[in-house]
């Protein structure tokens, strides 16, 4: 995440993190929480925080104003969550007209395949799969990413 981050940076694109919060204080994403603070090795490369409080990144959010007045059309999504944050704004994104691209190799989850009951389940596999399969969402391993574009000349 770290590298995709830091290629992002040195080709003066915006870096925008968005930041899940929960109303219920019983919740460890509670806003105030240390659940719901940015990751403390890559929070300071943020040019820009938005909070959210559903898997979709762009739900009730000013994402989409954000992306408009940094003129951005091509996302591309890593982050924690894969089923959830990653996937749900991917597609949240294609539909309002973004391309967009998942970096399959810089997304994470704390989920298992024993939280869902399926054995075998490979959750960013899955979700990586589906998403390819769409054929609308591209999805890349990053040096697959680093091959097609050049993150320094971006």
């Not at 460890?28 to 240390?34: M, N, Q, R, V």
Request: hydrophobic fraction near 40%.
């Amino acid at each position: 995440m770290e590298q995709v981050i830091i290629d992002f940076k040195a080709s003066s694109s915006p870096v925008i993190f968005i930041r899940h919060v929960d109303e219920s204080e019983e919740s460890p994403l509670c806003k105030g929480s240390a659940g719901s603070e940015l990751y403390s090795l890559l929070r300071d490369y943020a040019d820009y925080v938005i909070e959210k409080r559903t898997p979709s990144s762009f739900f009730q959010t000013e994402l989409s104003q954000a992306l408009e007045r940094l003129d951005v059309k091509h996302l591309f999504i890593i982050g924690f969550e894969t089923e959830f944050c990653c996937m749900f704004t991917a597609i949240a994104a294609f539909d309002r007209g973004y391309e967009v691209t998942l970096i399959k190799d810089a997304t994470g989850t704390t989920n298992s395949e024993e939280t869902y009951g399926m054995q075998g389940l490979r959750i960013n596999d899955f979700v990586s799969k589906v998403l390819g399969w769409s054929s609308v969402i591209e999805v890349l391993n990053y040096v697959n990413y680093v091959e097609k574009y050049e993150p320094a000349g971006q």
